[in-house]
């Protein structure tokens, strides 16, 4: 198992540096058998002693082989050596043969030679004297027919010799057959006591290698065990921990939820009180935000309408229900939670007081001149102060030191700045929503027509411009073409400085 876990330790390093996996690494077989699985194990050194094992089988098959086909060669050289051997002397008794018709030949020659002799010498009666000239052919004969005898003893000579030369031969022919055999016999022998010693040691291999195998399992299934152990001890640590961490979180969510309503609350209390102030000054104006603001967006799907503008405006054609296709009905939308709801009310308020802010940005709440001034006459019913008549006010009649500023009580633009019949030199100025006031009896203007203005920007200087009696300021509020008290407007108390503002040119 050591050797199996440093194999497969020093795998990765072996590739990471670059250099080749070893040939003879750690493997496993899996055997499968039906249903049941088995695994071999083989280890480097065994398959190294296999190696070796199959190496010297090889080399001591090649020894035997090449042992083989030289004792193989031999033989064939041997039975080369036979058959040229057997083919001189095939043709030495082909000689013979020839020898021997040929001396058959002479001597039927010398027969009929002796005959004609024997013949001749009884015609003439010298039977005893041959003739010379054929005892002379006769004794030719004879001198050849014993050349023949002679080259005949001598083929039968080399006939002896190459007759026990092929005797020998298929002697040492059989020999080296026999020792063929022998040697083939050897080698079954000691192929088979190779297979043999291989096999016992395979199969003590094998076995070497299932009882490594079989220990690496129980090692294996131990320490999965107390892997398993230690990870379920482990998981229920954790386990603890993340109760111990959730009920933590939950208490400090609880406590940062109590945290978060109470700002809401408080945020929404000081919204309330802010919107309030804010519509308590509006009201004491005179001024309706409801009707003078434009109309808020439209919410989201399934948000109740605003509070502050309820939705009266429907239409549409009319459809009966009976002509419309049947639709399942649209899901109730999801009950709100305290703090959602808290979230909204905020939202819709913020959102309300952003718009009465406009409003009030917008509106004259303030006084167009500086602290020292006096009301002389107050808007509505009157004497009229130069017929003495009963006439109806405008405005509101404040008086002061002559060439006092005027400043202009809300930004807006310049519609109106000259000389009008009975206001004498007069500013009107527009500040949306309806909403304009007039600055009359100026003895100075100090703007142009279309001109943006700010709340306390100089408008102009009090005088007597006018039908007037005296020095003072005639001012009015209009909203919508109707006249309002002023007196309303200016009880916001926002009032200009004293000084002059800076940047503004001389009245005119």
Request: no cysteine; aromatic share 4%; hydrophobic share 35%.
């Amino acid at each position: 198992m050591a050797a199996k876990q440093q194999g497969r330790k020093a795998t990765p390093g072996a590739l990471a540096s670059g250099q080749p996996r070893p040939f003879f690494r750690p493997r496993q077989l899996i055997l499968r058998d039906g249903d049941q699985v088995h695994g071999l194990y083989l280890a480097p050194w065994l398959q190294k002693s296999m190696a070796w094992v199959l190496a010297l089988g090889l080399i001591w098959a090649s020894a035997a082989s090449l042992g083989l086909w030289y004792q193989s060669q031999q033989a064939d050289e041997a039975a080369e050596a036979f058959r040229n051997a057997i083919a001189d002397l095939s043709r030495q008794q082909m000689r013979i043969a020839d020898i021997s018709k040929g001396l058959e030949g002479q001597r039927a020659t010398l027969g009929r030679l002796l005959a004609e002799g024997a013949e001749r010498r009884q015609r003439s009666g010298e039977g005893t004297q041959p003739l010379p000239a054929l005892e002379t052919e006769i004794a030719g004969l004879l001198g050849r027919i014993g050349e023949l005898e002679g080259s005949l003893d001598g083929i039968r000579s080399s006939l002896d010799l190459a007759h026990a030369d092929r005797q020998a031969i298929a002697r040492e022919r059989e020999a080296m057959a026999e020792r063929l055999r022998s040697t083939e016999r050897q080698a079954a022998a000691r192929l088979h006591e190779t297979e043999r010693l291989a096999e016992a040691r395979f199969r003590e291999a094998e076995r070497a290698a299932e009882s490594r195998f079989r220990d690496a399992e129980r090692h294996a299934e131990t320490r999965f065990r107390d892997a398993e152990r230690h990870a379920a001890a482990r998981l229920q640590e954790a386990e603890r921990s993340a109760a111990e961490r959730q009920h933590g979180l939950e208490q400090r969510l609880a406590e940062a939820t109590r945290a978060h309503e109470e700002t809401l609350a408080g945020l929404h209390r000081r919204t309330t009180t802010t919107v309030s102030e804010v519509e308590r000054i509006l009201a004491e104006a005179g001024l309706e935000p409801a009707r003078l603001l434009p109309a808020p967006p439209p919410p989201p799907p399934g948000a109740p309408p605003s509070p502050e503008r309820p939705r009266r405006a429907r239409g549409g054609p009319f459809v009966p229900a009976s002509l419309t296709l049947s639709s399942p009905p649209a899901p109730a939308p999801a009950p709100l939670t305290p703090m959602q709801q808290s979230a909204r009310d905020i939202d819709q308020q913020a959102a309300w007081l952003k718009r009465l802010a406009v409003l009030l940005q917008a509106s004259p709440v303030s006084v167009p001149l500086a602290p020292g001034y006096q009301v002389e006459s107050n808007f509505g019913r009157r004497a009229d102060p130069i017929r003495g008549r009963a006439a109806h006010h405008t405005g509101i009649d404040l008086s002061d030191d002559h060439g006092t500023p005027v400043h202009a009580t809300a930004p807006g633009r310049v519609t109106v700045a000259g000389w009008e019949n009975g206001y004498g030199r007069v500013v009107e100025i527009d500040h949306g929503f309806g909403l304009r006031t007039r600055y009359a009896h100026l003895s100075a203007i100090a703007v142009e027509v279309d001109q943006q203005v700010a709340r306390f920007t100089r408008v102009g200087r009090m005088g007597s411009s006018g039908r007037s009696t005296g020095t003072h300021l005639h001012y009015e509020v209009l909203l919508g073409g109707q006249h309002m008290n002023p007196a309303r407007f200016m009880q916001g108390r926002y009032t200009p400085v004293s000084t002059p503002s800076p940047g503004n040119g001389p009245g005119r």
